[in-house]
């Protein structure tokens, strides 16, 4: 299980924000290099850190990710993006880049409306709570 101390939604909105403005192009430094997705982003626990020194079942993806996947070596990369059950380890070997952004793009969008619904409701029925504890 994730540690939570970051928040899921702050998490995945910021990642939606790093994809949108380009943040998978080329590294300056290592342009030669292919960018992977969630690891080359500054979302991951170990980002800039090849000794990847937090297990990756404290990141908050994991809480994402099947259960028979978390032990892979990059388990983010098993979280399904669509229906089709693609992942980001599936799509590397016959996708292009922009397809693996737009899957992933559109992965964040549902998943962070989701949670918002959920919070909402969540945060109603506190409130509903709440005020028929004050009403007795």
């Excluded at 590294?27 to 982003?41: H, I, L, N």
């Amino acid at each position: 299980m994730s540690d939570h101390k970051r928040d899921v939604l702050e998490v995945l909105k910021f990642e939606l924000q790093f994809l949108e403005q380009g943040g998978y192009g080329r590294s300056v430094r290592t342009p030669w290099k292919a960018t992977s997705m969630f690891q080359d982003s500054p979302s991951c626990i170990n980002f800039n850190d090849s000794a990847r020194p937090h297990p990756c079942s404290e990141c908050l993806l994991t809480d994402f990710v099947p259960r028979e996947a978390r032990e892979e070596s990059i388990p983010c990369h098993f979280i399904p993006l669509n229906h089709n059950g693609e992942t980001v380890d599936s799509m590397e070997r016959h996708s292009h880049q922009l397809e693996m952004e737009e899957a992933l793009k559109n992965w964040l969008r549902t998943t962070i409306a989701r949670l918002e619904r959920e919070r909402a409701q969540q945060n109603a029925q506190q409130a509903r709570g709440q005020s028929q504890t004050a009403s007795t």
